[in-house]
């Protein structure tokens, strides 16, 4: 079944870059159908969607986050990748990747990477 | 943006009971509009989607309605793995956004 993993730094200091990596199994980065997308949740909070990528390089991102995000895929490897500059500790979060279905039939988050705790701290 | 607005926040309920939690859009959002479980630290995973489209795996007892503004999930006879945390999330526009959440405990 598809599957996403999220991997990189647990840690990260304050105003440098976090960068992540998801790595997709048994499905296809360059499948037309689909976004691929990060999503966070700081501890005990709510989802914030982050912004997505397709295959060709075209992204869309949360205003409230566009001036510090960088997505970039990499159809040979089956990956895609999320940068994020200038952490503060307000980024101290869960990280989750996740396939967006967009051919219009669903319209969501189908499949989820398990997330990885990203701490940003000194 | 568009603001989700769940209801209640949290509740309990017993096994076997009937839950119902609203979430309301800032604006008309058709039908776009998706709902996931969440268990303590597990990733969110679809329930349902447009609205009503139940997803491939998920139980029967869960069903959404609604459109527009205004939205419903319902678990009919709660199950002991009901017991999570539900999120809607927008589809209508970006950016997309999620619901606060509505944490389900036993009563």
């Known amino acids: 079944q598809v599957q996403l993993q999220e991997s990189g730094p647990g840690r990260v200091r304050p105003s440098e870059t976090l960068s992540l990596t998801c790595t997709v199994s048994?499905?296809?980065?360059?499948?037309?159908?689909?976004?691929w997308s990060w999503i966070r949740q700081p501890p005990g909070k709510g989802l914030e969607w982050i912004g997505y990528?397709?295959?060709?390089?075209?992204?869309a991102y949360n205003p409230s986050l566009k001036s510090r995000v960088t997505m970039s895929v990499d159809t040979s490897k089956n990956e895609f990748s999320l940068k994020l500059n200038s952490v503060t500790a307000a980024d101290t979060a869960v990280y989750y990747c996740?396939?967006?279905?967009?051919?219009?039939?669903?319209?969501?988050?189908?499949?989820w990477g398990q997330g990885t705790m990203v701490t940003v701290s000194s | 943006d568009i603001q989700m607005t769940q209801s209640p926040s949290s509740l309990s309920a017993s096994v076997g009971d009937r839950v119902t939690i609203t979430c309301r859009a800032s604006?008309?959002?058709?039908?776009?509009l998706n709902w996931y479980q969440q268990k303590p630290g597990k990733a969110p995973k679809l329930l349902i989607y447009?609205?009503?489209s139940l997803q491939s795996g998920v139980p029967s007892r869960f069903s959404g309605s609604g459109s527009g503004a205004d939205f419903t999930l319902t678990i009919t006879s709660l199950q002991p793995e009901d017991f999570a945390t539900y999120h809607c999330?927008?589809?209508?526009?970006?950016?997309?956004?999620f619901g606060q959440g509505t944490k389900v405990e036993i009563k």
């Open positions: 604006q008309s959002i058709s039908n776009y």
């Open positions: 447009g609205s009503s």
């Open positions: 999330q927008q589809s209508y526009s970006n950016p997309r956004t």
């Open positions: 990528i397709f295959y060709r390089g075209s992204t």
């Open positions: 048994s499905a296809s980065v360059s499948n037309a159908d689909f976004y």
């Open positions: 996740a396939r967006y279905e967009s051919s219009g039939y669903q319209n969501a988050f189908d499949i």
